[in-house]
């Protein structure tokens, strides 16, 4: 079936209209048609092909909330007329030990991204969100609980479960003291999570400029990493650090801050880091660690969560055809804090 989408035909050409063909639906398939996707920043960066690995044409977008349209004669986790939502990836080789923990996101014969990349079976490029209509394996689609804003739900699909996993990883909970570095994408649903979990959420930030957007979230408080008094006063003072800072910084600031035998987990920076002084790493049993996404049992129990607790991300709606402008104002951080496209704004046909 060839449905409407944005794609960005190289490197430098901004997205446009393109259509596209979606597969005939396998027996374990589901048809989705997409409501809303968010706009996540690997988006931005695969359609510029800052990876280096960008199948063109590129159509982003894996963070999907979407009506079932179709089901296949095999599926038996969906039907007609559901809500449901796909993440970051729509298959893995489902028979490796990550797979069969629920670690699909882990995969030992890796993951089929949602988009930019290749169809298990017939090698074909995938396409993502920004489309009105997607196909996806049954076991790959995930509910929408009742009671969640549909709307708002999408960036859940990414930047919910990249913080999320971390903190169940981590055990944060009532009484634990969790630290957030960032106040993006990632960073503001740190915080609605960790405050939803019953933690107490601090947000670290080199000046005190975003005290109140901090407090507007729900976090406790705001520590000011510049002062240094306020850094030696608050010294192993947190069981876990999220750094969701997307760019290569300084982490040295923080790791004194981790009482002994905890941890801070990168989710945000792809490549470099700033050297790293390691003593107080070593003296104090401390860890530095990394987390990426969640597997799909994970995500669904982030989404149940979510609505149970009615955590949803702050978003800015768009249309489809102001994509390119959102692109520009995300990487100049002007959104508070995630773009959802609606969907409605995609003509069926393109243009
Ligand atoms: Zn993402
Ligand atoms: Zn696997």
């Known amino acids: 079936m060839k449905t409407s989408s944005y794609a960005a035909q190289s490197a430098t050409s901004p997205l446009a209209p393109h259509t596209i063909e979606r ?6 398939d589901v048809g989705i048609e997409i409501l809303y996707c968010g ?22 977008g894996h963070e999907i ?39 699909e996101h882990m995969c030992r014969e ?27 394996k049954d076991d790959f689609v995930l509910r929408v609980p009742e009671g969640l804003d549909l709307a708002r739900a999408a960036p859940l699909l990414c930047a919910g479960i990249t913080t999320y996993s971390p903190l169940r990883t981590w055990n944060a909970g009532p009484g634990s003291r969790v630290g957030v570095v960032g106040l993006g994408g990632l960073g503001h649903m740190a915080v609605k999570l960790a405050v939803g979990m019953g933690a107490h959420v601090t947000v670290l930030s080199r000046s005190k400029a975003k005290e109140a957007d901090a407090l507007a ?3 406790d408080r ?26 290569k910084h300084d982490i040295n600031p923080y790791v004194p801050l981790l009482d002994i035998d905890a941890t801070l987990v990168l989710v945000g920076q792809l490549g470099p880091l700033d050297e790293l002084f390691t003593v107080p790493a070593i003296m ?12 799909i049992p994970e995500t669904q129990e982030m989404l149940d969560f979510c609505a149970r607790q009615n955590i949803l991300p702050d978003c800015e709606m768009i249309r489809m055809d102001q994509i390119n402008e959102a692109f520009e104002r995300m990487e100049r951080s002007d959104v508070r804090y995630r773009f959802v496209i609606d969907m409605a704004s995609l003509p069926a046909r393109a243009g």
């Open 23 to 28: 597969r005939e639906l396998r027996p374990d």
């Open 39 to 60: 706009v996540c920043h690997s988006d931005l960066h695969m359609a510029r092909n800052d990876w280096g690995r960008a199948m063109y044409p590129v159509v982003p």
């Open 65 to 103: 909330i979407g009506r079932v349209t179709a089901v296949g004669p095999e599926v038996i986790r969906h039907k007609v007329g559901d809500h449901v939502a796909v993440g970051c990836f729509v298959d893995s080789c489902q028979h490796c030990d990550q797979c069969h923990q629920g670690n």
């Open 110 to 136: 890796i993951l089929t991204e949602t988009y930019n990349g290749r169809d298990r079976l017939t090698g074909e490029t995938t396409y993502g969100g920004y489309s009105k209509h997607i196909v996806v």
């Open 217 to 219: 979230l729900g976090a």
């Open 222 to 247: 705001l520590l000011d990493t510049s002062d240094a008094g306020a850094l030696a006063g608050a010294a192993s003072g947190f069981d876990l650090i999220i750094d969701t800072v997307p760019v």
């Open 284 to 295: 104090g049993r401390r860890r530095i660690a990394g987390s990426m996404i969640g597997g």
